[in-house]
């Protein structure tokens, strides 16, 4: 009798064991998809604000005022001399719409355009789900009128282009929300 109560005891006790490795196992290939996903999206905002910020920073380089050619919520345009070679640069920022990007299983992200002079580049990097621009004068107060912005905040939100399941098997995207306010050197008052 005692050696059928061990042997049930250790059926139950190695099958809590090998239970609990199999539900450690699972965690640690959900973490590594959650880990996987939310690195790449991480990388891909880094590229995409970099750009962002670089440009930014120049609108109104080698150029006289004022600088800003269309300033909306969710796009940009302007003037500056990137490279500086002399040769004024017209560069747009704007976010596309869903349906653009219909190859990714995300149905929230878009392509996050930019192009210079005419010439348009779309960032193959996928997953910008917004894309907001507020504009305050030298006050520090919102504004719309062109040749009072002094400050431009950026907010950019990304999401991965893939999902991965949680711990529950529901579908989620990695993301990452990143806002900043540059103040542009050109657009401050001499």
Known sequence: ??????LIGSIV????????????????RQHSFEYSNSLIVQQTALSIIELLEQ????????????SLAVSALDSITFYA??????????????LGDVSEASGTTNPRDKIFYRSSN??????????VTNFQLIFFDANGDTTVNQTEIRTIEVTLAFESTEPYLDRLGTERYASYYW???ISPMNLQPL
Not at 13 to 28: A, R
Not at 55 to 66: E, M, S, T, V
Not at 81 to 94: R, S
């Open 13 to 28: 006790i190695g099958g809590l064991l090998l239970f609990s490795v199999l539900n450690f196992q699972t965690d640690v």
């Open 81 to 94: 001399d990137l490279f500086d070679d002399g040769v004024l640069d017209t560069v747009n920022y704007w």
């Open 179 to 181: 806002r900043e306010k």
């Open 55 to 66: 440009d930014l920073r120049q609108i109104g380089y080698g150029y006289n005022f004022p």
């Open 118 to 127: 005419s010439d348009p580049q779309v960032h193959d990097a996928l997953g």
């Open 1 to 6: 009798m005692d050696s059928y109560l061990s």
